[in-house]
């Protein structure tokens, strides 16, 4: 009687065919733009052959005045200007989806972690062959790999595509393009990915290379703010000398979170710390565990470092609106609303402060920033009527458009039609991809850090 199939080398046969499909969609999702460019250069040629035909059927017609084929001539050369329409519409299309595809570089990072998986399989499937090791070890270490890396490869590879059909196919909103121009302005490579929710234990990394992820529920105008965290942790990355002192003067255990909140409220002003504040950040409850940094931790270095930015006027008014709205909701749950580590915060927020007014590749979005780019947005914003001018930065938009929000937060409608107004203000600058969409050089990619206790999915 033979004996029964090993089990063992069944999985690591099947988790070895996986890998091999996720390399090979890869390769293909990198091809997008040679195959696009085919149907471009087809739509290209029928629109050459069709100006011959017209100037033809234009030229027979002529000829043909006063004879019977004169009409039908002329009915030709109509009929091919209504098809030359037509396929001029067709190749403004291809443009645009073209000009709205990135080009990755992340397909060299999957197929790496791909060649390692491939290799450890073979392996432990070698030297289990060989008797190196037990089956029992040989079971363990294939547990480990499916469990652990190949469960995040997995999770990766689908957000990668995900993300990519949405920004391709601009079932994104064009949310992507937005956050896209966000970045440049504060001088990163990186491009936005929409993504499914985080899971709770927040383990996904928030990056996949220089595409940052987007969770949902929020793809929409309000999230966008939420990159400027992601490209202060790509400013830290650079391990620039500010940088440095700026994570020794972090309070311990804050794994560069409070920098990179500081970075963004500095950048961003109000828009960051609404959309930080009363979107993403958990308010803490009565017997909440001791983390660090804590959520009441980061509102206070946020709102901290959004004071000294300016305490008068609009911009006043909305950081003051903002945390009286996070400390009544943390009250309604029992928490507290100052951190037990405040002075040593507010040192921090102070220094922050300071470091950053010296990185000459930053500005500060202080309340005479805001009165320069945002006011006018807000005021298009009050307006009932659809239209105005485009802001002249992505920053302005959204602190114009949180602005405008915040008049009336708890009508829905209300909101939902600045949303939409605020929107289409804006023409996403669309072409390129991570790494050629903006010339020159810039901050790097953040080293896919994890946010811990930072902005956990919302149940």
Known sequence: MPPPPDLLVIRLDELQEDIEEVQQVVAKAETRHERLKVLREAGEYAAERLKTARRQANDAALDAEGTPFHHAMEALSGTLREVAAKIRHINDTVADIDRAMIHLREAEDINNRCGQILDDIRDIRSRVRGGEVSYADAWAA????????????????????????????????????????????????????PARPAEASAADPASLGSLIKLWFPEWTIWGVPLFGYDAGLAWVSRRSPLGAQLLDAEPAGSRGCLVADAYATFALGPAYASAAILLRMRTPAAGDPAVSPSEAGRAHVIL??????GQSGTFGGLGGLVEECWQEAVRQRGGVTEPANRDALDRFADRAVDILDKVTTLRRFDSQLWESEALETLNTLR????GGPQPATVRGLLNGAWAARLEKPDNRAYVNRIGIKAKNLWTPHNGGGAGEKWPGGSIQSPRKPSYGTTFLARG
């Not at 990766?156 to 966000?182: C, E, F, N, P, W």
């Not at 901290?304 to 930015?309: K, M, T």
């Not at 307006?383 to 659809?386: D, G, N």
């Open 304 to 309: 901290r470092v959004l004071r000294a930015l």
């Open 383 to 386: 307006l009932t009527e659809p």
């Open 142 to 193: 294939f547990d480990e790999l499916s469990d652990t890396r190949c469960r995040m490869l997995f999770s990766d590879y689908v957000d990668l595509l995900g993300g990519l059909t949405l920004r391709d196919t601009g079932l994104d909103d064009q949310i992507s393009g937005m956050a896209d121009d966000l970045l440049h302005e504060l001088g990163t490579e990186l491009l936005a990915l």
